[in-house]
T-cell receptor
Framework: ETGVTQSPTHLIKTRGQQVTLRCSSQSGHNTVSWYQQALGQGPQFIFQYYREEENGRGNFPPRFSGLQFPNYSSELNVNALELDDSALYLC?????????????FGNGTRLTVT | DAKTTQPNSMESNEEEPVHLPCNHSTISGTDYIHWYRQLPSQGPEYVIHGLTSNVNNRMASLAIAEDRKSSTLILHRATLRDAAVYYCILRDKGNTPLVFGKGTRLSVIA
C-alpha cells in the first residue's frame, strides 16, 4: 500500500509570505491531521479533517488553515509567515473508523522562514 | 489532557533488551496508552497501544502496571535501527489527536 507522501520536502520562505503544503493520504484513509514540530520538540497538533470538514483544532491562529479534497488529499496553508513558523510540518492519515485508529505519518515538509 | 513523564534519554547495547518507562499517574479509565517512535529525518511511526492488559506485536511489547499509572515499552533485542525518539501518549477512545511530549531519545551502541 502507498504510504503518506508530502510535498515539498524542503521550502524557504520570507516573513510575511504565504505557503501551501501538500499531503497525499494513505489509500483508504478518510481522516487527515497536521502537526507542527519545532526543533527538539514533539509534534504539536494543528487541526484535523474528516470527510472534508475540519473536526478538531489545536492552539494555532486562524492564519493556519487547511483543506481536504474528495480524494482525501490535503493542504495546509499558512498566511503572513512569521519566523517562529520555521518547523517540520507533518501530515498524518487514519481510517477514522471505530474507537481507535493509528496515525500514519509522512516524513514532513521542512519550512524555513527568513 | 492527561500527561506522561518519560526520561529524556536512554542508552542500550545492540542485541540487548530495552525497557522504556512511562509514568502517567493521572490516567483516566478511558485512556489508552500509545507508543510512537520517530527515527531521524522521518515522521513518527506507530509502535503499539494497550488499555489494561500487556500487549505484544512484531515490533515490541507493552507492559502495563496493574494500577495503570505506569507502563513500559519493551524492545526485546535492540538494533541500530531502533535508535529513535520514543513517545508515550495517552489517547481517549475515539479519533482524538495525539498529544506528544518530548519523548525518550534512545541511543543504541554497536
Amino acid at each position: 500500500e502507498t504510504g503518506v507522501t508530502q510535498s515539498p520536502t524542503h521550502l524557504i520562505k520570507t516573513r510575511g509570505q504565504q505557503v501551501t503544503l501538500r499531503c497525499s493520504s494513505q489509500s483508504g484513509h478518510n481522516t487527515v491531521s497536521w502537526y507542527q514540530q519545532a526543533l527538539g520538540q514533539g509534534p504539536q497538533f494543528i487541526f484535523q479533517y474528516y470527510r472534508e470538514e475540519e473536526n478538531g483544532r489545536g492552539n494555532f491562529p486562524p492564519r493556519f488553515s487547511g483543506l481536504q479534497f474528495p480524494n482525501y488529499s490535503s493542504e495546509l496553508n499558512v498566511n503572513a509567515l512569521e519566523l517562529d513558523d520555521s518547523a517540520l510540518y507533518l501530515c498524518a492519515s487514519s481510517t477514522g473508523q471505530g474507537f481507535y485508529s493509528p496515525l500514519h505519518f509522512g516524513n514532513g515538509t521542512r519550512l524555513t522562514v527568513t | 489532557d492527561a500527561k506522561t513523564t518519560q526520561p529524556n534519554s536512554m542508552e542500550s547495547n545492540e542485541e540487548e533488551p530495552v525497557h522504556l518507562p512511562c509514568n502517567h499517574s493521572t490516567i483516566s479509565g478511558t485512556d489508552y496508552i500509545h507508543w510512537y517512535r520517530q527515527l531521524p529525518s522521518q515522521g513518527p511511526e506507530y509502535v503499539i497501544h494497550g488499555l489494561t492488559s500487556n500487549v505484544n506485536n512484531r515490533m515490541a511489547s507493552l507492559a502495563i502496571a496493574e494500577d495503570r499509572k505506569s507502563s513500559t515499552l519493551i524492545l526485546h533485542r535492540a538494533t541500530l535501527r531502533d535508535a529513535a525518539v520514543y513517545y508515550c501518549i495517552l489517547r481517549d477512545k475515539g479519533n482524538t489527536p495525539l498529544v506528544f511530549g518530548k519523548g525518550t531519545r534512545l541511543s543504541v551502541i554497536a
